[in-house]
């Protein structure tokens, strides 16, 4: 009965069931107590076919089995077990609202929409509860014992998330490897390539991940011969993350299963739902900061001479190059300027903004401290050069500078503010953030944006690294 087994799906799927069987009881003793709601008629007896049970459970095992509901890939995480089970109730009961129809018309509707909020609540709040003794009493999950074959930077990476996900039940036993390199002292090295079905054998593993790196591939083949008959999984994890601008993944091409390099780091809804968040909040918050707007614009003019608008071309998604507006902080023909101001720090990266930067106006440096010179961007997030969140659009020759892991940061709209700047905020430019900025990648969510955009005018208040 170990969290993931064979064992526990089938005690869920029989569990499942039973709740679901005493759903339907119960919503059948509620019903005739539920008369003083509207539209509800006075039923004193609630009465329906048997075999209404049998198709239950029938449609319920089916749906359910259907939608990898006892899959273990698709329950370790409690949002992805949560919304299965959803789906499956939801499907399950679109079905046996057909079947109803078309066979059973003496059936209340409102019994049907009783007993299915009812199933609903007693097969998530089982689980919830499930979880809730597995965290309090340590009960273990079913282990899996995994061999990794390569000790490189691919191994590695592979045996780091295997540690992080011991709760899942899975044990690393150890690393083959034909030669010790550097950072791998601290490794657990059980053996050579070619004693790797001894090992398999030894240590009793359940899974082979064969991590080697690219000039090893040749052995791939003969590592899959020796482990043939072996009751073992063999997974082979591609060394592509050089190659890899952002994230890949296998997908069918043409009847052909290949590894696309260039996976999209939003999905179509999740581009869709970030741009309708974008188009109304940044819709809503130009109208209501349009006197601010004016008042700046005055200011500038007073201040100094030139326009009140400054574009300068910025890196966006994909590295598509587009004019961004802000309003002018600094002198006229600052730009020019720019190699007298550019500096280094100890790592030999450019600094191109300082603190006491000669260039900037007096109105520009409250603008710039207070961070309403980037108020006139909110042109851009409407127009969609940009997004309210995300990495800052960064300047075309820094970006000619970049190293290629740091061109991820390009994967997703560029924003107004970002996951760093709420986050520290440090005095140093952006490209020197690309960590961060690929941590809000790898993570982001529309509820991540709005904790952003939440978080972003206390930061903007205490004015730190802004200048």
Not at 91 to 104: E, P, Q
Not at 216 to 225: I, P, S, T, W
Not at 276 to 283: A, R, S, Y
Not at 395 to 408: A, D, F, M, S
Request: net charge positive.
């Amino acid at each position: 009965m170990r969290r993931f087994s064979v064992n526990f799906a089938i005690f869920s799927l029989l569990l499942d069931i039973g709740l679901t069987i005493m759903a339907l009881m119960l919503a059948t003793a509620l019903r005739p107590f539920l008369t003083h709601l509207p539209f509800l008629q006075d039923l004193a007896i609630v009465s329906f076919s048997p075999s209404v049970y049998g198709i239950i459970v029938v449609l319920w095992t089916a749906i359910f089995l259907f939608n990898s509901v006892y899959d273990p890939r698709n329950v370790y995480k409690i949002t992805d077990e949560l919304q299965n089970v959803t789906i499956a109730v939801a499907l399950a009961s679109l079905i046996f609202a057909g079947v109803l129809y078309l066979f059973f018309r003496d059936f209340s509707r409102y019994l049907l929409l009783l007993f299915v909020a009812i199933d609903l609540v007693l097969l998530l709040g089982w689980r919830l509860w499930a979880r809730l003794v597995f965290r309090i009493r340590r009960v273990p999950a079913a282990e899996k014992r995994v061999l990794i074959v390569g000790a490189g930077r691919v191994g590695q990476r592979v045996g780091q998330m295997i540690g992080e996900s011991r709760w899942m039940g899975l044990h690393l036993v150890g690393y083959l490897d034909d030669a010790r390199r550097n950072g791998q002292q601290d490794l657990s090295i059980i053996g050579r390539l070619a004693e790797v079905r001894q090992a398999v054998q030894r240590e009793m593993v359940d899974d082979v991940v064969i991590a080697l790196p690219q000039r090893a591939y040749g052995q791939v083949n003969k590592l899959v011969v020796d482990l043939h008959d072996l009751p073992v999984n063999v997974r082979v994890v591609p060394d592509y993350f050089s190659l890899a601008l952002y994230r890949a993944s296998v997908e069918d091409f043409g009847g052909l299963p290949l590894i696309n390099l260039r996976d999209p780091a939003l999905n179509e809804v999740q581009r869709l739902v970030k741009r309708l968040f974008d188009l109304l909040v940044g819709g809503l918050t130009v109208l209501l900061t349009l006197p601010l707007f004016i008042l700046i614009a005055l200011a500038i003019k007073l201040d100094s001479d030139g326009p009140v608008l400054f574009r300068q071309q910025r890196v966006g998604e994909n590295g598509r190059v587009f004019p961004m507006v802000k309003f002018r902080s600094m002198v006229v023909g600052a730009e020019k300027m720019q190699p007298k101001i550019n500096g280094e720090d100890e790592n030999g990266n450019v600094i191109h903004k300082t603190e006491d930067d000669p260039r900037v106006t007096r109105v520009g440096r409250f603008l710039r401290r207070t961070s309403l010179d980037e108020l006139p961007q909110l042109l851009n997030v409407i127009k969609g050069d940009m997004s309210l969140v995300g990495p800052r659009p960064e300047l075309p020759w820094l970006v000619g500078q970049y190293e290629l892991w740091q061109r991820k940061r390009f994967a997703v709209p560029q924003g107004m503010t970002g996951w760093w700047q709420v986050n520290g905020r440090a005095d140093k430019p952006m490209h020197l953030h690309t960590e961060d900025d690929l941590y809000y990648i790898q993570n982001y969510s529309l509820w991540m944006d709005i904790y952003i955009l939440l978080k972003t005018p206390w930061v903007v208040l205490r004015g730190k690294g802004a200048y």
